[in-house]
């Protein structure tokens, strides 16, 4: 009996003791969405700014520096990798990286790598106050402006891009400012970027332009894939190539004059040259800024006016394959 006691008294404990530890975990999960809260009211009872009130003010730092800029001043510092992703954007999903036995990357990684390429520029309020401020001059003006920063921006970009690939190595200096001095990683963002910006606004003055991209694009991955190591190879592809096929394909598609070919309507139908209606650079909040709708109230006076994105949502090897087939015929 008295081991039987002993036993219904332990049972007795160890329930206790979990019943204490669930009441612990569920009073700590009550109190959680409430912390921030409180964090916030000991701040400002010590003078303390809120994350929300630094985050605001950082907006509205960046927004009034864009708001003084010229078109010409906003479009040059679209290699600025310290704009890019700031200063909260999100992109969505997880991005999930697969490799075959050889390294090289699967299609589907492929397409989520594009689309992070193609929403960490849409996510960029100077990508967008140059949009804005192109998209307000006649198309001659905007396509002469765009034109010759995207071929100033190449010719850096190739010089710098061929230094690297000479060296097979892997600069992670590459990836971030230094000085103020132009980066590979930015430079190659600023001409995705203008590349956007020409297929939206259909400016056709520059479709040559974007088809010698192209072709770039085309040898610098077959350079590349002569690289041994499958790191570097990766890295080159993705990191600092000029291959993205969402990109290319809606300054391709967009810039064309040949709108009326029944065969690039039907392409348009079948992979969605989509429009976006986004907010404008001097917005509060972005669809990529994280802000807690109590602090919106910060940048509540700035226009919020609105910008038309067009750009393909997919875009697979064999679909643009098939839209250089078609372009490159009479």
């Given at each position: 009996?008295?081991?039987?006691?002993?036993v219904?008294?332990?049972?007795?404990?160890?329930?206790?003791?979990?019943?204490?530890?669930?009441?612990?975990?569920?009073?700590?999960?009550?109190?959680?969405?409430?912390?921030?809260?409180?964090?916030?009211?000991i701040?400002?009872?010590?003078?303390?700014?809120?994350?929300?009130?630094?985050?605001?003010?950082?907006?509205?730092?960046?927004?009034?520096?864009?708001?003084?800029?010229?078109?010409?001043?906003?479009?040059?510092?679209?290699?600025?990798?310290?704009?890019y992703f700031?200063?909260?954007?999100?992109?969505?999903?997880?991005t999930?990286?697969?490799?075959?036995?050889?390294?090289?990357?699967?299609?589907?990684?492929q397409?989520?790598?594009?689309?992070?390429?193609?929403?960490?520029?849409?996510?960029?309020?100077?990508?967008?106050?140059?949009?804005?401020d192109?998209?307000?001059?006649?198309?001659?003006?905007?396509?002469?402006?765009?034109g010759?920063?995207?071929?100033?921006?190449?010719?850096?970009?190739?010089?710098?891009?061929?230094?690297?690939?000479?060296?097979?190595?892997?600069?992670?200096?590459?990836?971030?400012?230094?000085n103020?001095?132009?980066?590979?990683?930015?430079?190659?963002?600023?001409?995705?970027?203008?590349?956007l910006?020409?297929?939206?606004?259909?400016?056709?003055?520059?479709?040559?332009?974007?088809?010698?991209?192209?072709?770039?694009?085309?040898?610098?991955?077959?350079?590349?894939?002569?690289?041994?190591?499958?790191?570097?190879?990766?890295?080159?592809?993705?990191?600092?190539?000029?291959?993205?096929?969402?990109?290319?394909?809606?300054?391709?598609?967009?810039?064309?004059?040949?709108?009326?070919?029944?065969?690039?309507?039907?392409?348009?139908?079948?992979?969605?040259?989509?429009?976006r209606?986004?907010?404008?650079?001097?917005?509060?909040?972005?669809?990529?800024?994280?802000?807690?709708?109590?602090?919106?109230?910060?940048?509540a006076?700035?226009?919020d006016?609105?910008?038309?994105?067009?750009?393909?949502?997919?875009?697979?090897?064999?679909?643009?394959?098939?839209?250089?087939?078609?372009?490159?015929?009479?």
């Amino acid at each position: 009996m008295r081991k039987a006691s002993l036993v219904v008294i332990l049972v007795l404990v160890v329930a206790a003791a979990v019943l204490a530890v669930r009441h612990h975990q569920h009073a700590r999960a009550q109190h959680a969405d409430t912390e921030s809260a409180v964090q916030g009211v000991i701040d400002r009872a010590l003078g303390q700014p809120t994350t929300g009130e630094v985050v605001a003010g950082r907006i509205w730092a960046q927004v009034s520096q864009l708001e003084r800029l010229s078109e010409v001043e906003t479009v040059r510092l679209l290699d600025n990798m310290e704009f890019y992703f700031w200063p909260g954007a999100r992109i969505g999903a997880e991005t999930i990286i697969f490799h075959n036995a050889d390294g090289n990357l699967t299609a589907a990684s492929q397409h989520e790598l594009d689309r992070n390429d193609l929403e960490r520029i849409l996510s960029n309020r100077v990508f967008r106050k140059a949009f804005q401020d192109l998209s307000k001059l006649p198309k001659d003006q905007a396509s002469e402006l765009l034109g010759r920063e995207l071929e100033d921006t190449l010719s850096q970009y190739l010089d710098m891009f061929n230094g690297f690939l000479e060296t097979r190595s892997w600069d992670v200096n590459i990836l971030s400012s230094r000085n103020g001095e132009p980066v590979l990683r930015g430079l190659r963002y600023k001409i995705f970027a203008l590349i956007l910006i020409a297929g939206s606004l259909e400016l056709t003055d520059i479709h040559e332009i974007i088809r010698r991209i192209d072709a770039i694009a085309i040898d610098q991955e077959a350079d590349i894939s002569r690289i041994e190591d499958w790191y570097t190879r990766m890295q080159y592809t993705n990191g600092v190539s000029l291959r993205n096929n969402l990109i290319l394909a809606s300054g391709m598609y967009g810039t064309s004059s040949r709108n009326e070919d029944a065969r690039l309507a039907l392409f348009e139908n079948a992979n969605r040259f989509v429009g976006r209606e986004m907010v404008g650079f001097s917005s509060p909040a972005t669809e990529f800024d994280v802000l807690a709708p109590r602090e919106m109230h910060f940048l509540a006076s700035l226009d919020d006016a609105r910008i038309h994105l067009r750009y393909f949502a997919q875009m697979t090897n064999e679909d643009l394959n098939e839209l250089r087939r078609i372009l490159d015929t009479e």
